[in-house]
């Protein structure tokens, strides 16, 4: 690798590093408008990170709808959390493109019961809390990302564990909706396990950098190699 396609890696990388704990940090201490400054730019600067190593055009799409996703629901506003949901729900659709092109292996049979599992489970306990209007719109969300983390989970370790973190994040925010009770400063915990998914989901499926798939002249990320 040289010098200048080093930094063109390191460089954001560093930078979404340095996003992170400002974000975080200022949620801690409730800067909202250091929270409010550093959200938008979280994904993109990862998208670069990502358009650096190679990643397909799935991976930087997926990223920049979790910003559109994160730039709505910083909004407020029940209509602009349907909307960012939406955007989400794009994002695994890219992720789910981005597993099928690269044709990760199946995952095994006990892994998608006991994900099948824990989807009826949650929705089923949530299901009461939630306002009528919502039910469907947040039962079908979850059940999109619920095969989203499914097929990371067969796409290797890395993207697995970002795909599990994804459900728990969205789960804590779910919980919100439903009056559940929830860790001190709930956002930090939100925040914290979003980040780390996408960020597992992005180095996961870059981690052995692009080679070109064989019999064509495209440039696809290798299968990542299990930590």
């Not at 629901?73 to 092109?101: D, K, N, P, V």
Request: one cysteine or more.
């Amino acid at each position: 690798m040289t010098a200048a396609a080093g930094r063109a890696t390191t460089v954001p990388l560093a930078l979404f590093a340095l996003l992170t704990a400002v974000h975080l940090a200022a949620l801690l201490v409730d800067a909202t408008t250091a929270v409010h400054l550093t959200k938008p730019a979280l994904m993109p600067v990862l998208a670069v990170w990502a358009l650096a190593r190679g990643g397909p055009w799935p991976l930087p799409a997926a990223l920049l709808c979790g910003c559109g996703g994160d730039v709505l629901l910083q909004i407020g506003g029940e209509t602009a959390f349907l909307a960012g949901m939406g955007c989400f729900a794009a994002g695994h659709l890219c992720y789910l493109t981005l597993f099928a092109r690269a044709g990760r292996r199946r995952t095994r049979p006990w892994a998608a019961a006991g994900y099948g599992a824990a989807w009826l489970g949650t929705v089923a306990l949530l299901w009461p809390g939630l306002a009528p209007h919502l039910r469907l719109p947040v039962a079908g969300y979850s059940l999109l990302l619920t095969v989203m983390a499914l097929a990371a989970l067969g796409a290797g370790v890395w993207s697995g564990l970002g795909g599990a973190l994804f459900m728990l994040s969205d789960t804590l925010i779910a919980a919100g909706l439903a009056d559940w009770p929830r860790p001190p400063v709930p956002q930090f915990w939100i925040m914290a396990t979003y980040m780390a998914a996408q960020w597992l989901l992005t180095a996961g499926a870059t981690r052995d950098g692009p080679a070109p798939r064989a019999g064509t002249g495209a440039r696809q990320p290798m299968t990542p190699v299990r930590p």
